[in-house]
């Protein structure tokens, strides 16, 4: 119960709250918090990848964990997080965001949508082995790598 209520609370902070925050606060803040977002993703992945892989071993419950934290993090609204002004072209040497996703956000919210669709369908087999899990995993990664090809630089 107290995850669900913590979950709601999180998921409700960028509706209510998080875009008056993202209208007073700099460029560069916002790009920071958009990096630390991406950076959870990842490390929920990472964790995911090595036991699809079979880099480390499989273990259904942290599988099923992992996912769920992945779950929460795709429900996250994230719009408040890319403010004008927080490109690449705009905060040189502090994020790779490409101006692209300001030029065709319909797509970039398309490809969002297709990671929150994967990363459901992670979380109804993470826990059935790791074949189940590596097939999935790979949906997922496949449209991380469909958003970075287009709206991502490769360095900063």
Do not use: C, E, H, P
């Given at each position: 119960m107290r995850k669900s209520i913590v979950t709601a609370a999180a998921l409700a902070f960028p509706v209510l709250i998080a875009p008056a925050l993202a209208q007073a606060a700099e460029p560069?803040?916002?790009a920071a918090a958009r990096i630390g977002y991406f950076?959870?993703?990842n490390l929920e992945m990472g964790g995911l990848a090595a036991m699809a892989k079979g880099e480390a071993p499989y273990d259904a419950d942290r599988a099923?964990?992992?996912a769920g934290d992945l779950g929460t993090l795709s429900e996250y609204l994230h719009d408040d997080l890319l403010a004008p002004g927080t490109s690449n072209a705009d905060l040189a040497g502090k994020t790779r965001a490409l101006p692209a996703i300001w030029e065709q956000?319909?797509?970039?919210r398309a490809k969002g949508m297709a990671f929150r669709e994967a990363v459901a369908?992670?979380?109804e087999v993470a826990g059935q082995g790791q074949e189940a899990l590596a097939a999935a995993v790979g949906k997922v990664g496949g449209t991380c790598k469909a958003c970075h090809d287009s709206y991502r630089a490769k360095d900063f």
């Open positions: 560069a803040d916002i950076s959870l993703v099923k964990a992992l956000t319909d797509d970039y369908g992670l979380n």
